[in-house]
């Protein structure tokens, strides 16, 4: 499967944004998708993720309240609607793909498909 992320730009601290990530060439409901942050220096680090078919969402601590994850089936498409933003939001974010077992969503080992990301950028 492939994956095209959008959405990214420059907000200020306390503005929101929704990222989009357009999947093709396979299944789209074959796959449980997540999302991915990554700061400058920093690790890769898990920010949300949604089952197969949208009925359980899970986040990241410092994103809980402030960020959603949400998906069409029939657009193939999955977002993050961002709330509340942080300077400390800041990364470059990616989606992912995993099998649709019903596990190891925190785990970015388990994600086999990529997007190329997209920046997000909060200043204060």
């Known amino acids: 499967v492939q994956l095209v992320e959008s959405g990214g730009g420059l907000v200020q601290a306390g503005g929101s944004l929704r990222l989009t990530c357009a999947a093709s060439g396979r299944t789209f409901s074959d796959y449980a998708m997540g999302w991915v942050r990554q700061a400058p220096g920093h690790a890769r680090e898990f920010v949300a993720a949604i089952s197969w078919s949208g009925g359980r969402t899970y986040y990241a601590d410092p994103v809980k309240g402030r960020f959603t994850i949400s998906r069409d089936n029939a657009k193939n498409t999955v977002y993050l609607q961002m709330n509340s933003l942080k300077p400390e939001d800041t990364a470059v974010y990616y989606c992912?793909?995993?099998?649709?077992?019903?596990?190891?969503?925190?785990?970015?080992?388990?994600?086999?498909?990529w997007g190329q990301g997209t920046q997000v950028t909060v200043s204060s």
């Open positions: 992912a793909a995993k099998t649709r077992t019903d596990s190891g969503y925190y785990y970015l080992s388990q994600y086999g498909h």
